[in-house]
């Protein structure tokens, strides 16, 4: 078993649709992340949840909701999304307490806006 | 501030030629620093870490050193194959109101010919 799974691996929706990426971890961390990677862009932080509380939102447009139930599941809740929306988001977990270790990836949900 | 600065690319390398990427750092105080690596259609995988500086990370053949004096992080290989064309991020871990915070490089793209 991996040890970050998202699903879907890939999603394909209009703009008026609304839908959701699920991200689940199985390596007992502690805190999760939102990324998102567009071409040719540098890797964007979008949300990270630390023991199940957001602590960081980096201005992301409110058409995107996160959602956070568990410290081993992560929601993005997508609606009325724009084109330049489509883009790669990546879920990733790491463990908080004892010292500045790595961030795990998922392999992400390739998202196309219509 | 904290950044990361690594080399643009794209690397074309024959197969077993000798590969450097170059990475330098900013940081205040004293992060730890990552290489991750992106194959096509996949998230990022985590290659190697130092912690400290003088660490050496090595896995899969790469290596690279902390350098505090110089600030770099520079990852090596001896003899690259067709199966490392891929994407290369650095990248550094800072403590952030409660998370570990994981500042990247913008990549560089490895393609190794036979």
């Known amino acids: 078993e991996t040890g970050v799974t998202q699903t879907p691996r890939h999603l394909v929706m209009g703009m008026t649709n609304k839908k959701s990426l699920k991200c689940e971890q199985h390596l007992g961390h502690n805190a999760m992340y939102w990324y998102k990677q567009s071409a040719k862009k540098p890797l964007e932080l979008m949300f990270v949840?630390?023991?199940?509380?957001?602590?960081e939102n980096n201005s992301v447009p409110s058409r995107f909701s996160p959602e956070c139930p568990n410290s081993s599941h992560l929601f993005l809740h997508l609606h009325t999304l724009q084109p330049e929306d489509s883009a790669l988001y990546l879920c990733?977990?790491?463990?908080?307490?004892?010292?500045?270790?790595?961030?795990?990836f998922g392999d992400g949900t390739r998202l196309s806006i219509l | 501030g904290n950044s990361v600065t690594q080399m643009e690319g794209p690397v074309t390398l024959s197969e077993e030629a000798f590969l450097t990427i170059n990475c330098t750092y900013t940081?205040?105080?004293?992060?730890?620093l990552f290489w991750y690596v992106q194959y096509p259609g996949e998230g990022l995988q985590l290659l190697l870490k130092?912690?400290?500086?003088?660490d050496k990370g090595s896995n899969k053949g790469f290596e690279a050193t902390y350098r505090k004096e110089t600030t770099s992080f520079h990852l090596e290989k001896g003899s690259v194959q067709v199966s490392d064309s891929a994407v290369y991020f650095c990248?550094?871990?800072?403590?952030?109101?409660?998370?570990?915070?994981?500042?990247f490089g913008a990549g560089t793209r490895l393609a190794v010919h036979p």
């Open positions: 130092a912690t400290k500086a003088d």
């Open positions: 949840y630390s023991l199940e509380e957001r602590v």
């Open positions: 940081a205040t105080g004293y992060p730890s």
């Open positions: 990733a977990s790491s463990q908080v307490a004892g010292g500045l270790g790595p961030q795990h």
């Open positions: 990248a550094l871990s800072v403590s952030s109101g409660g998370y570990n915070k994981l500042i």
